[in-house]
């Protein structure tokens, strides 16, 4: 069974600019989560998806993260403009359904200049 | 707000020791999962814990959950060094969402 896969592993920018992630989750899990880990802390849920409907986004600064999952498989997260306190690794999740064991993907390393 | 505090933070051991790390949860939770993270990579599930009392081993690991004092523990016994990594405990509330404690790092020396 292929797991979750993310792109890319690892993205430099500058502050202002902006940034998208792709995650594909493992074929068949219905819930795709979003989750921002910064150095030296737990992972951060920012969005839950229960197959292309948000389920929680309460943690998500809408104010320029943005996300979506079309056709209720690939996501992407997007930044829009990054801000220095966005440095983190950006981690994608799935589970079969939501109250399953969730797959962690190996995740984007983001580094804003 | 569900909060989650691991103990300790850092942990250095040495081979063949035995040690336990704890985690508590501030408020009622229906199931616990432990993940470790090897650095630069991504989180592997250990174990789920899904009842009061619940107990898993697998190898030198074993978890155990008390939902009545919100606190499970991940006991290692007889460390080696490839356990070394970071281990999370997230307990999960709401629309099962889990919330991640800090982590506990696990250094172990020949």
């Known amino acids: 069974e292929a797991g979750v896969a993310q792109s890319p592993r690892y993205k430099i920018i500058e502050k202002r600019q902006s940034v998208a992630f792709w995650c594909n989750p493992i074929s068949g899990h219905a819930t795709l989560y979003w989750y921002q880990q910064i150095l030296g802390q737990g992972p951060k849920l920012l969005i839950q998806?229960?197959?292309?409907?948000?389920?929680?986004d309460s943690q998500l600064p809408k104010d320029r993260f943005s996300a979506e999952r079309l056709k209720g498989v690939d996501s992407t997260l997007k930044i829009q403009p990054a801000k220095l306190e966005d440095s983190a690794v950006y981690l994608c999740?799935?589970?079969?359904?939501?109250?399953?064991?969730?797959?962690f993907g190996d995740g984007t390393r983001l580094s804003i200049l | 707000e569900l909060k989650v505090e691991q103990n300790p933070l850092f942990l250095s051991m040495q081979e063949g020791k035995n040690y336990t790390i704890y985690c508590n949860y501030s408020t009622t939770s229906d199931r616990l999962y432990w993940y470790r993270q090897d650095p630069g990579k991504s989180l592997e599930s250990l174990f789920v814990?899904?009842?009061?009392?619940a107990v898993k081993q697998e190898g030198r690991l074993m978890a155990s959950l008390d939902t009545k004092a919100r606190l499970s523990t991940l006991h290692i016994t007889a460390a080696v060094h490839d356990l070394s990594a970071t281990y999370f405990c997230a307990p999960g509330a709401g629309s099962y969402q889990l919330t991640f404690g800090k982590g506990t790092k696990l250094s172990v020396i020949p």
């Open positions: 999740a799935s589970s079969l359904d939501y109250n399953q064991p969730q797959h």
């Open positions: 998806f229960q197959n292309n409907g948000v389920v929680d």
């Open positions: 814990l899904l009842s009061n009392g």
